[in-house]
Every structure is written in structure tokens, then in C-alpha cells.
T-cell receptor, first 112, second 115 residues
Framework: QKEVEQNSGPLSVPEGAIASLNCTYS??????FFWYRQYSGKSPELIMS????GDKEDGRFTAQLNKASQYVSLLIRDSQPSDSATYLC????????????FGTGTRLKVLA | GAVVSQHPSWVICKSGTSVKIECRSL??????MFWYRQFPKQSLMLMAT?????????EQGVEKDKFLINHASLTLSTLTVTSAHPEDSSFYIC???????????FGQGTRLTVV
């Protein structure tokens, strides 16, 4: 059973701080990794995608991938109350299709 | 970016009736679409992969005769929940895959409540 694991949280950080979200996956052949943000009652929206080891930055967001350790993380700098949501880690189990395996999500609370 | 439209956004139906949910790719042709179900405070669970012009591929434990999927065109996939029961109440979300995209795009989701 291929799995993607996340701490369910809630992770509480003060406004302006860095929020660090982590995800581990079990399938060593996974090629593509994604972070989605989901507000309550809404559909997930893509925050970041990462395919190679190392860091990828986009605005306040930085995704980090370590395939040897099978983990991917998301850093949110200068956290805002509007960042409060559930963050889903997703792994594409086959680079030829987009069949995602989702983690259970980490609930982030940014305190004003 | 690519847009995926899902309709309806919410529906309430009586137990025993059938409900159809549509998923459309608005600005690209989607050879593959995915249907997910999400129960409260749980993650998205893939139900089935919808392939244009061929039968859908269902995940283990998903009843194909209860969740009918039709992908008759490159821009439309439908999910019909047949003989719905209260335990089918959930948030159903579709995503569409375009061959050369590097990520899938999600519809807005459909909140189904069976009473």
C-alpha cells in the first residue's frame, strides 16, 4: 500500500512567522510531488510542484524535496491569517499519469 | 491556467434516487479525468480514473455499478451516484489531466447530501 503521511496538526504559528509542513512518502519510484491548499468546504488549489531534489521557491513558499529520505516539505514565510487552511501533500505514483496519492493533510492556523 | 468546472456545487437528494455530477475541462481537452471523494476531516480518496472513449478504472473497494462514470467526450466526464444512500453523502471532486500538463486541475467540488 503506497502511502503519503502528514502530521494532521493543527500547527499553530503567529502571524509573520515561518510555518513548516512536512510529508513523507513510501513509494521510492515517485517522481512528482505537489502541495495543495484546501480551505474548508472548498476544492484543493495547487501551491507548489517539485520534481527534483533541493529547494524550489515561489514567493513566500519554498518546497524542499529529498528523494533519498523520501520526504518533501513546504515552508511558508511571513505567514498570514489567510494562510490558515489544510495543506495536502500529493505524490504522483507514475510520471506518465497524474494519479495522485494524497496525504491526510496538515491543518495550519496562523494566529493574528 | 487550465480551468475545470464541476456542476452542481451542491445537491440534496432523497435516499434511493440517482444523482449526476458533471466535470468539464473548459479550455483544454482532457483525455483522463479523476474522481475523488472526501469525507469530513479526511483526505481525498481516489474513486476512479475516467478515460475518454473507454471504461473507467475503479479503485479497490469502489462499486462500479453504484458509481457510474461516463467520459464520452474530451471535455466532459460524468459521475452518477445510483440508488444513493445517506452514507454516500460526501464531497466529490474531479480533476482533469491534459497530456502535457505537469499537474492536474481540480473542479470546484460537489457537496452531496442524501436524506
Amino acid at each position: 500500500q503506497k502511502e503519503v503521511e502528514q502530521n494532521s496538526g493543527p500547527l499553530s504559528v503567529p502571524e509573520g512567522a515561518i510555518a513548516s509542513l512536512n510529508c513523507t512518502y513510501s513509494d521510492r519510484v515517485s517522481q512528482s510531488f505537489f502541495w495543495y491548499r484546501q480551505y474548508s468546504g472548498k476544492s484543493p488549489e495547487l501551491i507548489m510542484s517539485i520534481y527534483s531534489n533541493g529547494d524550489k521557491e515561489d514567493g513566500r513558499f519554498t518546497a524542499q524535496l529529498n528523494k533519498a529520505s523520501q520526504y518533501v516539505s513546504l515552508l511558508i514565510r511571513d505567514s498570514q491569517p489567510s494562510d490558515s487552511a489544510t495543506y495536502l501533500c500529493a505524490v504522483n505514483e507514475n510520471s506518465g499519469t497524474y494519479k495522485y496519492i494524497f496525504g491526510t493533510g496538515t491543518r495550519l492556523k496562523v494566529l493574528a | 491556467g487550465a480551468v475545470v468546472s464541476q456542476h452542481p456545487s451542491w445537491v440534496i437528494c432523497k435516499s434511493g434516487t440517482s444523482v449526476k455530477i458533471e466535470c468539464r475541462s473548459l479550455d483544454f481537452q482532457a483525455t483522463t479525468m479523476f474522481w475523488y471523494r472526501q469525507f469530513p476531516k479526511q483526505s481525498l480518496m481516489l474513486m476512479a480514473t475516467s478515460n475518454e472513449g473507454s471504461k473507467a478504472t475503479y479503485e479497490q473497494g469502489v462499486e462500479k455499478d453504484k458509481f457510474l462514470i461516463n467520459h464520452a467526450s474530451l471535455t466532459l466526464s460524468t459521475l452518477t451516484v445510483t440508488s444513493a444512500h445517506p452514507e454516500d453523502s460526501s464531497f466529490y471532486i474531479c480533476s482533469a489531466d491534459r497530456v502535457f500538463l505537469t499537474e492536474a486541475f481540480f473542479g470546484q467540488g460537489t457537496r452531496l447530501t442524501v436524506v
